[in-house]
Every structure is written in structure tokens, then in C-alpha cells.
């Protein structure tokens, strides 16, 4: 079966192109996902389900979808913001599904404009939708903003839980911490993965997606690796700025945080050499964006040794 000891899924096609000005033409997106499929990554968030209006990008989500689901061996994954968006996400085939939950009262009302609890009463209503379903897709309940917001500042580990625990009793698969803003650190993170592990249950599925906004994205992998996280968002060359910090960086950096990986000796069955030929290929699409990282620029070290899966 799998040797993987972390699952990472690439979120550059839809976090990362979230935030970019330009589109990216729909046969780039596909030869950058199935490139990247190619490498061994072995799950891809492909793109919101998010009216088209409010965010162009994702005009051709249900295109890119159906072709991420032909790819053999790859695990796509969307993004949803509302029932309405879940539905239509269904509809396409989606088999995992994200649903972001702003546990910030205050980013929740400018995102949405909904309350935390209003949204996970949606959340109920989508779970309800899945339930029903010959074949259940996956519905993971993503706790935006869980280590600090940009409107309201710190966040409560208390109000953390309290998501957490609701997103379950609601009919999540699994729970997302996310640092929306980059405001996380590494001992926070291992206390907080232990808290929300703590109540939740060991057994409960809890993953992680981390920004490199400040420049602790890899250091706050790290430390949530250290605690028992075993699935990771990050994006190709860091793609996402945020469009309100000009010059910001944006995800943690998929190649960066797989060059970490494997030269621990840790099995993320990615190709590390492959990866970062996508790098090189898949932006050509999109000149203005920037890209950040630092192993494809340095190049890898010398008799580098990938973790047993290569050999
Ligand atoms: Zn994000």
C-alpha cells in the first residue's frame, strides 16, 4: 500500500491562484496539476466552488475538477464556502471537500458575513447533503484563522475548541487548523494540535495548513510533525501572497517543505527532483506571479539521499 509516513496536498490551484490578479488559463491549471500528480504529490486542492462573480478564477472549477478526477492516483480536493457552493461542488464530483470556518467572529462576518455559529449550522446543512450519498465524499472542517486574525488579533484556544468539537458533532472527517494570517509560532502550534487532540479524540483526523507570512511556515510544520500531524497544505513556490500585505509571502512552499521531509527521512512519496521541474514549467502561464523558496533556487545538496521510498 502506501509508504507515506505525511500526506501533503498541494494548494497552489486554489490558494495560491486565490490571490493572484491574473487568470490562469484552464489547460495551464490542468498541465500544472497533472505534472505535479506526476511527481507523486499525492493530493490537490484544485479550486473553490465559489461564485464566479465574486472570484473569476474558478469560472472553469467544475472542468478542472472532472479532470483532476481522471487522473489515477490522485486524491483532488475543493474548496467550499457555502451549501450552495457544496452542492454544486457534489454535483461535479467532488470526493473531499474543504469547508472553511472562521473561528475569528470577526474575519467570519467580513468573509462571509455570517457568524462562527451560523456557519457551522451550513456546515450541519452540508453534512446532511454528503450523508446521503451512494459513495460519501470526505467533508473536512477547516478552522480558519485558529492561531490568530488580522481584524480581531489573538484568537482563544477556548473558541478553538469549541469549533472543533462542533465541526465534529456536526459530521466532519476531520478537522483543519489553519493559520490564515502567518501569525502562528511552533510552540503555540504543538499546543494547540495537543489541546484540540486532547478534546477531540486521538483517533480524529486533524491536519495542517500553515501560511509563511512572517517566515515560520516550515518551523510551524515542523513543530506540528512533533505532535503527531501527519497531512499538510502547502503550495508550489509559495504561489499566494495575500492581496492586502503587498510583497507578503504566501503558503508554506511545497518543495521547501518537502526538501525538509525527505532529508529527515521522513516519506512523503514526492519526487523531489520532479517537483521542482514543475516549478520551473508551471508558472509560464502566469509571469507576474511570485514565487519564493529556497531549495529549487539553491539546487539540492550534494549526495542528497531521499527518505527509503526512492531507493
Ligand atoms: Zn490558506
Redesign the pocket.
Known sequence: MDARDVVITE?GPR?GL?NTQSFMPTAAKKAWISAEAAAGVPAIEVCSFVPAKLIPQFVDAEEVLAYANSLAGLKPVVLVPNVKGCERALAAGARRIMVPISVSEAHSMSNVRKTTTQAIEDFARMADLVKVQAQRAQLVGAC?TAFGCSLQGAVAEADVLRVALALRAAGADAISL???VGYANPEQVKRLFRAVRKAIGEDFPIEA???NTRGLGLANALAAYEVGVRRF?STLGGL?GCPFAPGAS??VVTEDLVFMFESMGVNTGIDLGKLIEVRRTAFAALPEAELYGHIAKAGLPKGFQPSAQAA
Do not use: I, K, L, Y
Open positions: 494548494v490558494d486565490q480558519s489553519a493559520d490564515t495548513h500553515f501560511h497544505d499566494g504566501g503558503n
